[in-house]
């Protein structure tokens, strides 16, 4: 992509913002542009977003009932998935998905809850409770 080619039409899920990207100058050399963002980013940024949404307020409803824990509903919440969540925490993806089960959370030592609240952003207590 050439500069003149970068999108500008902009983006709300950017929210104002800029986002560097790509493109070759008059030289051919690789360069970063700002970009406003595009249309069709948009639209695909906001369907993953609803994804998400989706699947919190349904991790919500099992947390609830008991079917599921707590950092089930906080993962989707902070628009993680199983992959993202066991990167940011440096466990394994079947560590994760186990711990999403309310028996085994139920049973978590101190230092693993601690790792899943910094790596969501919250507070051991707020990571076991869940909103009304």
Do not use: C
Not at 33 to 46: A, H, L, M, P, Y
Not at 54 to 75: F, N
Not at 76 to 96: E, H, N
């Amino acid at each position: 992509m050439e500069i003149k080619d970068v999108p500008q039409e902009g983006n709300a899920t950017l929210g104002g913002g800029r986002k560097a990207m790509y493109a070759k100058n008059t030289d051919g050399a690789m360069v970063i542009v700002s970009s406003r963002g595009w249309e069709v980013e948009e639209i695909v940024t906001q369907q993953a977003v609803d994804i998400l949404k989706q699947q919190a307020s349904e991790a919500l409803i099992r947390a609830k009932t008991g079917h599921a824990s707590p950092l089930e509903y906080w993962m989707y919440q902070k628009r993680m998935d199983l992959m993202i969540l066991a990167q940011s925490t440096g466990l394994w993806r079947w560590q994760v998905s186990r711990h999403l089960q309310p028996i085994h959370f139920a049973k978590l030592s101190e230092k693993l809850l601690d790792r899943y609240a910094d790596a969501l952003g919250l507070s051991i207590a707020e990571l076991k409770s869940l909103p009304q």
